[in-house]
């Protein structure tokens, strides 16, 4: 099953297909409006119980940029320890903030309101990687996030920098950069993973 290049009129399937996790960046600023229209499609996903726990905050000012920067933890699986160079750094975050953590399917609607950010972005041919390596205690206070929100997690954004190279899944689900520093990310295949009727 082969992935399609970005195109004017991509289908939902085909943004699906070709969005990957991005960690090089651009330094062109995202128009605001682009961010807010992410943000929306948020705001619509599905969400247990219609409870809509989910709140958001929009960070786009450079030296603001820089701070959140310095509290994420960048590509696990690569070793030496690895971040963005300066002139490859997200140009604006998303941060997700949940206001009932005790709301026990709050996450499920986390994850749905990413993957729609993601997938928006991916439709506007910006990139995007969904970050929970991050000290969220430092977020919260250095964006003077009131106590009633709980920072969860929070999404890079920019033009993107590199491209991603999908692999078969053969031993490992580690992700590597190879000597020109391209990006590669297995991905188990469909017949592997599928049943139908019957085991």
Request: proline content about 5%; some cysteine.
């Amino acid at each position: 099953m082969s992935e399609k290049i970005n195109s004017p009129s991509m289908s939902v399937y085909e943004t699906i297909l070709s969005r990957r996790s991005i960690r090089r960046f651009q330094q062109k600023p995202i128009n605001i409006e682009l961010l807010r229209k992410f943000v929306n499609a948020a705001r619509v996903a599905p969400s247990a119980a219609n409870l809509q726990p989910l709140e958001f905050f929009i960070v786009t000012e450079k030296d603001m940029c820089s701070k959140i920067f310095e509290t994420i933890g960048w590509a696990g699986y690569i070793k030496p320890a690895w971040k963005p160079d300066k002139n490859e750094r997200p140009t604006a975050y998303i941060v997700i903030l949940v206001k009932d953590i005790t709301n026990k399917y709050y996450l499920r609607d986390v994850g749905l309101a990413s993957e729609n950010i993601v997938l928006a972005a991916e439709e506007e041919h910006i990139g995007s990687c969904i970050l929970c390596k991050i000290e969220k205690n430092k977020i919260q206070e250095m964006l003077k996030i009131p106590d009633t929100l709980h920072v969860d997690s929070l999404i890079a954004l920019g033009y993107k920098a590199e491209q991603v190279v999908v692999e078969d899944f053969k031993d490992s689900v580690k992700y590597w950069r190879d000597k020109n520093e391209v990006l590669h990310v297995p991905k188990r295949k469909l017949k592997d993973i599928i049943y139908v009727n019957e085991f």
